[in-house]
């Protein structure tokens, strides 16, 4: 059975810095393709990181340049690094696997991003 379980949310002021992680279980993670989605207050999930099981990284406009994702593989788990956080930032963040659409979901974490 595949568990995805994401952790690292929270509360945070602008400017400041999160680190999510995945811990996935149940998957052959090493060939997995893995993201990370949020979803806003009144709209829909978005895409905002994804990292292929070669390690490509691709990212949403609105987080380029403030936003790392990365994987370990020993682990079993990804990450997301946000750094420079802005109010709009605030949202559920989800880890899910795979693409077109993603196959299993996480159940998500909170951040808020408020001074």
């Known amino acids: 059975q595949v568990h995805l379980a994401e952790s690292g949310g929270g509360l945070v002021q602008p400017g400041g810095s999160l680190r999510l992680s995945c811990v996935t279980s149940g998957l052959n993670f090493v060939d997995a393709d893995m993201n990370w989605y949020r979803q806003q207050l009144g709209k829909e999930r978005e895409l905002v990181a994804f990292?292929?099981?070669?390690?490509?990284?691709s990212y949403a406009d609105s987080v380029e340049g403030r936003f790392t994702i990365s994987r370990d593989n020993t682990k079993t788990t990804i990450y997301l690094q946000m750094i420079d956080l802005k109010p709009e930032d605030t949202g559920v963040y989800y880890c899910?696997?795979?693409?077109?659409?993603?196959?299993?979901w996480g159940q998500g974490t909170q951040v808020t991003v408020s001074s």
């Open positions: 990292i292929t099981s070669g390690g490509y990284t």
């Open positions: 899910a696997e795979g693409v077109g659409p993603p196959s299993h």
